[in-house]
């Protein structure tokens, strides 16, 4: 059973970056079939797909994010982490990190484990 | 980019009503629909994939239908742990994804 976490500040200053990891226990990142990716919720509000990150270290991101972001892996670690550059008070939000199943056979895919999130909180 | 919209954006019903929202994607996905539940402080569960298969472990209470555009998510019989919001995701331009806004089912 995959299990998710994700830590790193809770507080970031505008025009800052925002860094957080997410650290995978219960299988490997390195698991073709999944996907690692970002989600993110302001107070309030509705589901933001961030972007994601597959094993082969390939990249994805939402095209209508205005800060630049940055997805990367430590496989040594078990580990993906999340940057968020020139962040606003637009970006706070809980951060979640969720794992992407895909089953090439039975042709679905979906998010099938989360982590519990991490409320990230943009103010001088 | 596929667009999601979902109707309606809150409903309130009763305990053992029967409740349909509906998910509608800016162009055809095919079946790449999932639903999912979110309840306060918590993350979202998947409740169905794939527009109609049920995610194990899910009462069969819980039901969806729709292909192309239109989808629904039905709750035979609401409970009182389906006070919840409800959230529809296409993953048609997978691994790029969109949520759709939510449907907020709170008690009447």
């Known amino acids: 059973q995959l299990q998710l976490q994700e830590s790193g500040p809770g507080l970031v200053k505008p025009s800052e970056t925002l860094s957080l990891t997410c650290t995978v226990s219960g299988g490997s990142i390195t698991n073709s079939s999944y996907y690692w990716g970002w989600i993110r919720q302001p107070p309030g509000k509705g589901l933001e797909w961030i972007g994601n990150?597959?094993?082969?270290?390939?990249?994805n991101y939402n095209p209508s994010l205005k800060s630049p972001v940055t997805i990367s892996m430590d496989t040594s670690k078990n580990q993906f982490s999340l940057n968020l550059r020139s962040v606003t008070a637009a970006d706070t939000a809980v951060y979640y990190c969720?794992?992407?199943?895909?089953?090439?056979?039975?042709?679905?895919?979906?998010?099938?484990?989360w982590g519990q999130g991490r409320l990230v909180t943009v103010s001088s | 980019d596929i667009q999601m919209t979902q109707s309606p954006s809150s409903l309130s019903a009763s305990v053992g009503d029967r409740v349909t929202i509906t998910c509608r994607a800016s162009?055809?996905?095919?079946?790449?629909l999932n639903w999912y539940q979110q309840k306060p402080g918590q993350p979202p569960k998947l409740l169905i994939h794939g527009a109609s298969s049920l995610q194990s472990g899910v009462p069969s209470r819980f039901s969806g239908s729709g292909s192309g555009t239109d989808f629904t998510l039905t709750i035979s019989s609401l409970q009182p742990g389906d006070f919840a919001t409800y959230y529809c995701q296409q993953s048609y331009s997978s691994p790029l994804f969109t949520f759709g806004p939510g449907t907020i089912v709170d008690v009447q």
């Open positions: 969720a794992s992407y199943l895909v089953l090439v056979l039975a042709a679905t895919e979906y998010f099938d484990h």
């Open positions: 990150i597959y094993y082969s270290g390939s990249t």
């Open positions: 162009q055809s996905i095919s079946n790449y």
